[in-house]
């Protein structure tokens, strides 16, 4: 059964540390997608990529968040310096951008930070 | 405003009666609708596509699109306890993107 892989799926850490987040897409899959979750804004879409190329990353706070695909099996998604209000389960998904746009998601990653 | 527009809930039903679960959207030329289900402390998982006015079944869901409107309605039939999740409604705003767009889910518990 095909699916997405998310580490770690849960961390805590302190304010101002970095916190790195990975994901590895479905195999054959073009699409890549990061969003955040909370209670207050539900989900969130961060930044997307095709073909490994980022396409939109306007919901991301540019000054603390990167996203980067270095190869089509792995996703990264950063966090530098960390912040309490970056507490949020992250997910990844993925899909084909041809024909219907099914997102598969992953597990999730839950981030606390203190 | 808002893109996707859902009733945050909490909606209860009972067992075996018809949940109805409801969405507006503000982009007109939005093409794909989707429901997402997602159980408490897990990932959200596609239960309904729809991309044309009309209905369209699957098994105990049927979904509803009506673009005229900007509606899009999710209906499960004899409901049952397992049914209770989270419903995400979600969008593709734009032709030629692929990223969709979520409400923030409407809470449905089914009381056996």
């Known amino acids: 059964d095909a699916r997405v892989t998310q580490t770690p799926r849960h961390k805590v850490t302190e304010m101002g540390q970095e916190v790195t987040m990975r994901c590895q897409p479905i195999?054959?899959?073009?699409?890549v997608f990061w969003y955040r979750q909370t209670m207050m804004q539900g989900l969130e879409l961060l930044a997307y990529f095709r073909n490994r190329a980022p396409l939109d990353d306007s919901g991301m706070p540019k000054d603390r968040f990167s996203a980067e695909m270095p190869d089509a099996t792995l996703a990264t998604l950063k966090i530098q310096p960390s912040e309490p209000r970056d507490s949020a389960v992250y997910f990844c998904?993925?899909?084909?951008?041809?024909?219907?746009?099914?997102?598969?998601f992953g597990a999730g990653s839950r981030l606390t930070v203190l | 405003q808002k893109e996707v527009e859902q009733n945050s809930g909490p909606l209860s039903v009972p067992e075996g009666a018809i949940a109805s679960l409801n969405c507006t959207y503000s982009d007109r030329v939005s093409q794909s609708f989707f429901w997402y289900r997602q159980y408490s402390g897990k990932s959200p998982e596609l239960i309904m596509s729809?991309?044309?006015?009309g209905d369209k079944e699957d098994g105990r869901f049927t979904a509803q699109l009506n673009k005229a409107s900007q509606y899009v309605s999710l209906l499960i039939r004899d409901s049952q306890p397992s049914d209770s999740a989270t419903y995400l409604c979600?969008?593709?705003?734009?032709?030629?993107?692929?990223?969709?767009?979520f409400g923030k889910g409407t809470k449905l518990t089914v009381n056996p």
């Open positions: 729809i991309y044309s006015n």
């Open positions: 195999l054959g899959h073009n699409t």
């Open positions: 998904a993925s899909g084909l951008s041809r024909g219907a746009n099914v997102l598969t």
């Open positions: 979600a969008v593709n705003p734009q032709g030629g993107s692929e990223k969709l767009v």
